[in-house]
Every structure is written in C-alpha cells, then in structure tokens.
C-alpha cells in the first residue's frame, strides 16, 4: 500500500484536509506575507505532546489578567471618588 492510497481513504483524509477549504473557478492570489501565513497546528504539530506546565502557566496568565483588571477598576473607582471629594471640598472652601 503506498502512502497516497492510505492517506485518500475517507476515514484518513478528513484528517488531512482543510476545513475551511471553498473550492473556486476562479484565480487566486495569495498573500505570501509572514504575517498571513498561519501554522497548520493540527498537521504540523501533531506530534508534540501539549505540556501541562504550558497549560498551567497559561492559565496563570489568565488570572493574572483578570486580578490585573479588577484592580483596574477598583482604581477607577477610587479615583472618580477621590474628585467628586475634592470637588465638595472645593466648594465648601468657597464661601
């Protein structure tokens, strides 16, 4: 059996083809920019065993994000009650 006539079954060629896939009559130009280049993680990575360290670190970053953003707005909060004090101070020092 050579490599083609295994890879064109149906049971394997699902794995090997690109969802996103639209046929077209027409031409096609590509972008050849590295930018718009995407990796084809489910082809080319499929050997490399995810690590649960990547795993764990990203979810730490996660949290991390989300303690940064709490923060984020307990310090907005303080600082619009911190000028509306010195706004009433302001007007109390007036008269």
């Known amino acids: 059996m050579s490599l083609w006539s295994w890879v064109n079954r149906p049971s394997e060629l699902s794995k090997f083809t ?13 972008s050849v920019a590295p930018q718009s280049l995407p990796l084809w993680e489910g082809l080319f ?7 649960k360290y990547l795993d ?10 989300g303690y ?3 923060l984020q707005a307990k310090v907005n909060v303080l600082r619009r009650q911190l000028a ?9 020092e007036s008269p």
């Open 18 to 30: 690109n969802p996103l896939f639209e046929a077209n009559s027409l031409v096609i130009w590509p």
């Open 84 to 92: 509306e004090l010195e706004t009433e101070d302001g007007k109390q």
């Open 45 to 51: 990575l499929r050997w490399n065993r995810p690590s």
């Open 68 to 70: 940064n953003r709490e």
């Open 56 to 65: 764990e670190a990203h979810e730490e970053m996660v949290n991390i994000i």
